[in-house]
């Protein structure tokens, strides 16, 4: 229950909901068989990653034009969600390609992997792990660029609903 008697409740279950995606998400990219994809299936692999980024741009950009028209619901939810996803579909894409020695220098493991993709999105870069390959550059280079126009707009997107929320909650109670 909320104290200012004016204020809408906590909405326990959209991060409920939120931690319960992040789950499913990160059990998936641990038990799923990724050694399926890779030099043996690599059209398939490229056509799968192509897919898999495409789809959660095209789900991102729907949720940050929903947010700018002011139709989304719980954009703020929605925008951690995809960020989340984006995390899993880079990490298990550097997994795959960390199967072969030539692409990854010091990836070995899907935490190696999923530790490197938080690493990259951070910009934090320790240099313990590195892209040796051209294929595993070429990944590294389009996640920067998804960092740098999506995540950034997510970020701006979400900051924008949470003041508009703020300032619609301030304006009830005046």
């Given amino acids: 229950m909320s104290e200012n008697p004016g204020s809408p409740p906590l909405d326990f279950r959209a991060g409920a909901w939120l931690l319960c995606a992040f789950t499913l998400l990160m059990v998936g990219y641990f038990t799923l068989p990724l050694e399926w994809f890779g030099d043996r299936r690599p059209v398939l692999s490229w056509l799968v990653f192509a897919g898999a980024l495409g789809g959660m741009t095209w789900l991102m950009v729907v ?8 139709t989304a619901k719980r954009p703020v939810v929605w925008l951690a969600f995809l960020i ?34 938080v690493v990259t999105m951070s910009t934090v870069g320790y240099g313990d792990i590195t892209p040796a390959g051209q294929s595993a550059r070429l990944v590294v280079v389009l996640q920067i660029g998804y960092n740098f126009v999506f995540l950034a707009a997510a970020a701006g997107t979400a900051s924008q609903a949470v003041r508009s929320s703020i300032e619609r909650r301030v304006r009830r109670e005046e």
């Fill in 63 to 70: 949720k940050i034009v929903g947010v700018v028209l002011g």
């Fill in 84 to 117: 989340f996803l984006a995390m899993t579909i880079f990490s298990a894409s550097y997994y795959v390609m960390g199967t072969h020695r030539a692409e990854f220098a010091g990836l070995e493991t899907r935490l190696d992997a999923l530790y490197f993709t």
